[in-house]
């Protein structure tokens, strides 16, 4: 099994950046993808960025594309996600899933940071 705690998450004005983190527990953790997931108030889950095993493959959702970047430390055992440029509509929950490579079909989930983004 794998245990996933976000942090970073905070208010920040628009255009300014903040760091999201995911620490896991667990040695099978570089036996997963890492994906991160956010979810805003009356709006579906929507996938943000997925790293694979290794750390050489990323995926973005086209909405965050060129702003955020994934990346991990398998000997650490932690997932990032820094998000630049930030705008109101990235106002979120975000979480983190350890699964398979892809945008759906992930087996554990953190229980999410709140990130606020003002005009």
């Known amino acids: 099994q794998v245990q996933l705690v976000e942090s970073g998450g905070g208010l920040v004005q628009a255009g300014g950046s903040l760091r999201l983190s995911c620490a896991a527990s667990?040695?099978?953790?570089?036996?997963?993808?890492m994906g991160w997931f956010r979810q805003a108030p009356g709006k579906e889950r929507e996938f943000v960025a997925v790293?694979?095993?290794?750390?050489?493959?990323?995926s973005y959702a086209d909405s965050v594309k060129g702003r955020f970047t994934i990346s991990r430390d398998n000997a650490k055992l932690m997932v990032y996600l820094q998000m630049n440029s930030l705008k109101p509509e990235d106002t979120a929950v975000y979480r983190c899933?350890?699964?398979?490579?892809?945008?759906?079909?992930?087996?554990?989930w953190g229980q999410g940071t709140q990130v606020t983004v003002s005009s």
């Open positions: 667990g040695r099978t953790f570089s036996n997963y993808a």
């Open positions: 790293i694979s095993q290794s750390g050489a493959r990323t």
């Open positions: 899933a350890a699964g398979p490579w892809g945008i759906s079909g992930y087996n554990y």
